[in-house]
C-alpha cells in the first residue's frame, strides 16, 4: 500500500468515526420523549458528568428538557385553570343548590305549618289544639246527650208511675163514686120508703 492509500484510509476512517459520533450524539433519548418529567430529569442525572460543580447536558438534551418541562408546566396550568373554572362552576351550582335548599326549607315550614293548622273563623289554629276542642265538644255533647238520656228515662219514669197512680186512683174514684152513687140512691129510697110509710100509715 502506498501512502496516498494509507492516507485515503485514516480520513476515510476518521470520517466514519466523525459520522458515528455525531449520529451519536444527535440521537435523541427515548426517555427524554417518552417517560415522564422526573424519570427524564434522574435520566440526565445520570448521564451526565460534573465538572467543577458544573453539569455539561448536551444542548440538544438540554432544549428538549426544557421544551418538555415548558409542556408539563401549560399542561399543568391547563389543568388548574380548568379545574378552577370547574370550581367556580361547582361553587356557582352549590350556591344556586343552597338557595333552592333555603326555599325548600322555607316552602316545607310553610307547607308543614299548614298541614298542622286548620282555618276556624278565619282564625289559624293548630290541629292538635283543634283535636282537643273538637273531642272536648264532642265528649261534653255526649255527656250533655247521656244527662238528658237518664233525664228523659226517669222522667219517663215518673210519668209512668203517675200515670198507673191516676189510673188507680181514677178506678178508685170511680169504685167510690159508684159506692157513693148507689149509697146514695139506696139512701134515697129508704128516705123515700120512709116518708112513705109516713104517708100511708
Same mark, same amino acid.
Given at each position: 500500500?502506498?501512502?496516498?492509500?494509507?492516507?485515503?484510509?485514516?480520513?476515510?476512517?476518521?470520517?466514519?468515526?466523525?459520522?458515528?459520533?455525531?449520529?451519536?450524539?444527535?440521537?435523541?433519548?427515548?426517555?427524554?420523549?417518552?417517560?415522564?418529567?422526573?424519570?427524564?430529569?434522574?435520566?440526565?442525572?445520570?448521564?451526565?458528568?460534573?465538572?467543577?460543580?458544573?453539569?455539561?447536558?448536551?444542548?440538544?438534551?438540554?432544549?428538549?428538557?426544557?421544551?418538555?418541562?415548558?409542556?408539563?408546566?401549560?399542561?399543568?396550568?391547563?389543568?388548574?385553570?380548568?379545574?378552577?373554572?370547574?370550581?367556580?362552576?361547582?361553587?356557582?351550582?352549590?350556591?344556586?343548590?343552597?338557595?333552592?335548599?333555603?326555599?325548600?326549607? /322555607?316552602? =316545607?315550614?310553610?307547607?308543614?305549618?299548614? @298541614?298542622?293548622?286548620? !282555618? $276556624? %273563623?278565619?282564625?289559624?289554629?293548630?290541629?292538635?289544639?283543634?283535636?282537643?276542642?273538637?273531642?272536648?265538644?264532642?265528649?261534653?255533647?255526649?255527656? /250533655?246527650? =247521656?244527662?238528658?238520656?237518664?233525664?228523659? @228515662?226517669?222522667?219517663? !219514669? $215518673? %210519668?209512668?208511675?203517675?200515670?198507673?197512680?191516676?189510673?188507680?186512683?181514677?178506678?178508685?174514684?170511680?169504685?167510690?163514686?159508684?159506692?157513693?152513687?148507689?149509697?146514695?140512691?139506696?139512701?134515697?129510697?129508704?128516705?123515700?120508703?120512709?116518708?112513705?110509710?109516713?104517708?100511708?100509715?
Amino acid at each position: 500500500m502506498n501512502q496516498l492509500q494509507i492516507r485515503c484510509v485514516l480520513i476515510l476512517a476518521i470520517l466514519v468515526g466523525a459520522v458515528m459520533k455525531v449520529t451519536g450524539q444527535s440521537a435523541m433519548p427515548d426517555v427524554l420523549i417518552k417517560n415522564s418529567l422526573k424519570e427524564q430529569l434522574n435520566f440526565i442525572e445520570e448521564h451526565t458528568k460534573i465538572y467543577e460543580n458544573y453539569r455539561a447536558i448536551r444542548e440538544d438534551m438540554f432544549q428538549k428538557l426544557r421544551g418538555n418541562v415548558s409542556d408539563t408546566l401549560w399542561a399543568a396550568n391547563s389543568k388548574i385553570a380548568g379545574l378552577n373554572k370547574t370550581r367556580s362552576t361547582l361553587n356557582h351550582t352549590i350556591d344556586s343548590l343552597s338557595n333552592t335548599l333555603e326555599s325548600l326549607k /322555607t316552602s =316545607l315550614e310553610e307547607i308543614t305549618r299548614t @298541614k298542622n293548622s286548620i !282555618s $276556624v %273563623i278565619g282564625l289559624e289554629v293548630n290541629k292538635l289544639t283543634y283535636n282537643k276542642i273538637m273531642w272536648t265538644i264532642l265528649a261534653g255533647l255526649v255527656a /250533655t246527650l =247521656l244527662f238528658g238520656f237518664l233525664v228523659f @228515662k226517669r222522667n219517663l !219514669s $215518673v %210519668i209512668f208511675n203517675t200515670k198507673k197512680e191516676f189510673q188507680e186512683l181514677k178506678n178508685e174514684f170511680e169504685a167510690y163514686r159508684k159506692t157513693s152513687r148507689e149509697a146514695r140512691e139506696k139512701l134515697t129510697m129508704d128516705h123515700f120508703n120512709e116518708l112513705k110509710k109516713l104517708r100511708g100509715g
